[in-house]
């Protein structure tokens, strides 16, 4: 069945992450109504965010009348390096957003409420673990061998890419099914798993090791038999 728009998702007493949908009925009595206007309740510096917080941009134009707060709103949040912290409300859901001046334009991006971001420090990540210089070294060269200057148009969708490719050869065969064609050998990149290739030179320099005490031991029990 369809899901309302206001779904919510809570966490039951040991921390789980449960659903739970509210028919169409409890989301009227909310009383949200969608606007179109951006009420600005706070501004705060640009640095305090943590970027996790943003995850989708739209750009904002005036209103009919509204050219000179637009700009004077604009060029002060850039002077100033402030972001406006602001809610609305998009169809019937209520979302925290920031306005941020970029270039010519203002730009509202959605944001996340606090509740719905998981605290980094109940992560299974290694934490105290202090790797020896020369692998420190050998991961800069890595990184510093693929480094490139940030061109967006570099990075493509490929999976809508190749999903428009259907789309189109099933509207050129008049709606009917397609045979699946049999998918081509993926060409190898120049695409490097950083922890791959430093767990495969860290288990090389431990063989390594293991070899030499191995030689070393044999050594000792051959003078022993002399």
């Not at 209103?63 to 100033?80: F, I, M, N, P, S």
């Not at 991006?109 to 020369?134: G, Y």
Request: with cysteine; net charge neutral; aromatic share 6%.
């Amino acid at each position: 069945r369809g899901v309302a728009w206001c779904e919510v998702r809570h966490r039951d007493g040991e921390g789980e992450w449960k659903g739970l949908v509210p028919g169409e009925n409890d989301c009227r009595r909310v009383g949200l109504e969608a606007t179109e206007t951006v009420e600005i309740q706070d501004f705060v510096d640009v640095e305090e965010i943590d970027p996790m917080y943003f995850y989708k941009p739209y750009y904002l134009e005036p209103q009919k009348g509204g050219d000179k707060a637009y700009v004077l709103l604009r060029d002060v949040l850039e002077k100033t390096n402030k972001v406006g912290i602001a809610k609305v409300i998009i169809k019937t859901r209520q979302y925290l957003a920031g306005v941020k001046a970029l270039k010519h334009a203002l730009v509202l991006e959605l944001m996340h409420f606090a509740e719905e971001l998981s605290d980094a420090e109940t992560l299974n990540v290694p934490k105290k673990l202090a790797p020896a210089k020369r692998e420190i070294d050998m991961a800069k060269a890595l990184v510093e061998s693929m480094t490139a200057k940030w061109s967006p148009d570099n990075y493509k969708d490929d999976y809508r890419d190749a999903l428009l490719d259907v789309i189109e050869e099933k509207v050129e065969a008049g709606g009917e099914e397609i045979e699946e064609k049999p998918k081509a050998k993926k060409q190898s990149s120049k695409v490097i798993d950083l922890v791959a290739v430093l767990q495969q030179s860290l288990q090389k320099a431990e063989d390594g090791k293991k070899k030499k005490s191995a030689s070393k031991r044999t050594k000792a029990a051959s003078k022993k038999a002399a």
